[in-house]
């Protein structure tokens, strides 16, 4: 009798050491087939292990490229410090509590990696584990639970379906050295790929007014580039969105810490405190913004750049020189004086008929030079023919010369006077700060720093003469009125200028500096550690490159305009014929009427000068001989 509980201790021994053996024969099996399964995938794949006497080289006998970092307690370390540029996959051995550690000193790493995790726990602790942030945040793992020391049970996490926005389910079993995968579920891999469907699930947006990326018409009704690209990403992955305004209206909020409390609000909060799933309004992708939220890729980039007033028109009693560059009508005039000298000689042909001396010969060969460029061969009651070659090959010349300067002269004038001349437009800041206007920014959203800490002498000028708005609209009115250069989201400022700012004949009140600043890029906004951040990342990358984002954009310009003509009231009396063609008006023609009144009044000044000469050659000689 006493040695019964001897013989059981030994059978009790026996079963232990055969449960261990079966166990580390069926985790040797699974390993096997985890590495066969694994070997397609491309990148390093990293073995972490609890347990500092497993054999890695026992455990992955057909990994390629493997690393084994075996952890202490506190599972620190750079674990994959020699493989940041590429992707990697990380199978774990260990319990689902020191994976979690684990997983937080991996929290910064790439979410995309796979994770493949063996561990032997409670059906509690897989359940709590699995919905655990950074096991949610990871799309792609899978968690092996080793039943009874002879299967594993796998399990891993679907997202949005049948209106839950993660569940944990079983993947399937491996049983007697096979693998068999649940039917229901319809996957044949370790890491199937999710978020495929959403099942129509309705997706949170915080957005506001913000055209023309958001565009509110009503409490129901939202349009605009963000709003047609986050619904364009739903239809493809099959959810619906519902947008609603920050409930604190506070616009984009911020976020602030202070003593180690966090006050976020506005939009920030909303996706702060995990209110929403998406967040946008032209939100650019900053380091500040990814620290406290994720981004999608960016499907717009947009610049920072001056709003300036609309260049002027040059004024009308210069149109009548328009057509010409000063330097051409220089050169018109010299050909005009030089011409003199041969009308002189031409005129001198006819000398023995008509000599009158030297006065007349310079008054003749004017009006024969002027006869030229007005195209009127006969200018007196003489009509000169030219008996000479020479002569007929200059007047020849000379008239086609003038020919094509006149055909020129009224064909451009006609141009000048139906779109009128303007002075050229401020295009960059040299152009800024010599035109005399102020200039600045919002006082908020960092925009005063953007020139803060450049070296460049003209950027620096720039910075230190901002004076500063509240609003954006602020921003543009006081640019409407004529003395202001507003700098904004190159975006927001065409878009604006083409829905108020530009009247039924596509003229502008304000125009936009060519040379643009601090690029940046502008993406979607969703919770930190948002799961389907991977998924909507495709469908953008998708519309991107098909041209969708930028047709948009153009398009929400294109028709803010054509309704703004629309309603627009012109200003001012325009001369119409009845078939609607314009027609010439004084305010057209002053420049004419300009120099003729200018004429008048030199003739006037030598007419009353010439009389008060005669005067006073009168008085000197009282007898006039006849």
């Not at 449960?19 to 024969?25: D, F, G, M, N, V």
């Not at 997983?103 to 032997?120: F, H, I, R």
């Not at 506070?250 to 799933?277: F, H, I, M």
């Not at 005063?448 to 230190?464: G, I």
């Amino acid at each position: 009798m006493k040695k019964l509980p001897i013989i059981l201790l030994l059978g009790c021994m026996v079963m232990n050491k055969c449960k261990a053996c079966s166990q580390e024969r069926i985790t040797k099996s699974f390993m096997e087939y985890a590495s066969r399964e694994l070997s397609s995938v491309v990148g390093v794949k990293i073995f972490v292990t609890d347990n500092q006497d497993c054999p890695p080289s026992a455990s992955l006998p057909k990994l390629e490229n493997r690393a084994l970092f075996t952890l202490d307690g506190a599972l620190t370390g750079d674990l994959a410090g020699s493989f940041k540029k590429q992707k990697k996959t990380y199978i774990l051995q260990m319990t689902t509590h020191n994976a979690e550690k684990l997983l937080g000193v991996l929290e910064n790493e790439d979410l995309t990696s796979a994770y493949l995790l063996l561990s032997e726990d409670s059906e509690e602790d897989i359940e709590r584990f699995m919905r655990l942030a950074v096991v949610t945040s990871r799309t792609k793992f899978t968690l092996a639970n080793l039943r009874k020391g002879i299967y594993y049970d796998l399990y891993l996490n679907l997202y949005y379906t049948k209106g839950e926005e993660i569940t944990t389910v079983k993947l399937g079993s491996y049983l007697r050295d096979k693998m068999y995968f649940s039917k229901i579920l319809e996957f044949d891999s370790l890491f199937p790929k999710k978020m495929q469907n959403f099942d129509e699930h309705l997706m949170s947006v915080s957005a506001f007014h913000y055209p023309p990326k958001v565009s509110q018409y009503n409490k129901t009704h939202w349009g605009g580039v963000e709003i047609k690209l986050i619904t364009e990403v739903g239809k493809s992955l099959n959810f619906r969105v519902d947008v609603q305004p920050p409930a604190d209206n506070a616009k984009w909020g911020s976020y602030r810490e202070n003593n180690g409390s966090v006050s976020a609000t506005g939009l920030t909060g909303d996706l702060y405190y995990g209110r929403k799933n998406f967040g946008f309004c032209n939100l650019f992708i900053t380091q500040d913004r990814l620290e406290i939220m994720d981004m999608t890729i960016p499907y717009h980039i947009d610049r920072a750049c001056f709003a300036v007033p609309a260049a002027k028109e040059v004024p009308h009693y210069f149109a009548i020189i328009a057509p010409y560059h000063f330097i051409v009508w220089l050169l018109i005039i010299s050909t005009f004086i030089f011409f003199l000298t041969p009308g002189m000689l031409l005129f001198r042909e006819h000398k023995s008929k008509h000599d009158h001396g030297i006065p007349t010969l310079i008054n003749s060969g004017f009006w024969e030079m002027y006869g030229t460029f007005t195209g009127s061969m006969k200018t007196s009651k003489h009509t000169f023919r030219h008996k000479k070659n020479s002569s007929r090959i200059f007047l020849g010349s000379s008239f086609l010369y003038v020919l094509v300067i006149t055909w020129a002269y009224r064909e451009s004038i006609k141009a000048v006077l139906t779109v009128p001349s303007k002075y050229p437009d401020l295009n960059n800041l040299r152009d800024l700060l010599s035109s005399g206007l102020s200039w600045g920014v919002r006082d908020s959203g960092g925009w005063p720093n953007w020139f803060k800490d450049s070296t460049d002498e003209l950027s620096r000028k720039v910075y230190f003469g901002f004076t500063y708005v509240k609003t954006f609209d602020e921003g543009v009115s006081k640019v409407a009125e004529g003395n202001y250069a507003f700098m904004n989201s190159e975006a927001a400022l065409r878009y604006l200028i083409s829905a108020k700012y530009t009247n039924q004949f596509r003229e502008k009140q304000m125009h936009i500096a060519t040379q643009c600043y601090v690029p940046f890029r502008i993406g979607l906004a969703m919770p930190k550690g948002a799961p389907y951040k991977t998924t909507v990342d495709n469908q953008i990358r998708k519309l991107v490159e098909g041209g969708f984002t930028d047709l948009w954009l153009r398009n929400t310009n294109e028709e803010a305009e054509i309704n703004n003509r629309k309603t627009f009231s012109e200003k001012g009396e325009i001369v119409t014929t009845n078939n609607g063609f314009r027609l010439l008006s004084l305010y057209d023609l002053q420049g004419v009427f300009v120099i003729f009144g200018f004429g008048i009044g030199l003739s006037t000044l030598a007419l009353l000068g010439e009389n008060a000469t005669r005067r006073r050659y009168k008085r000197r000689q009282p007898e006039e001989i006849y």
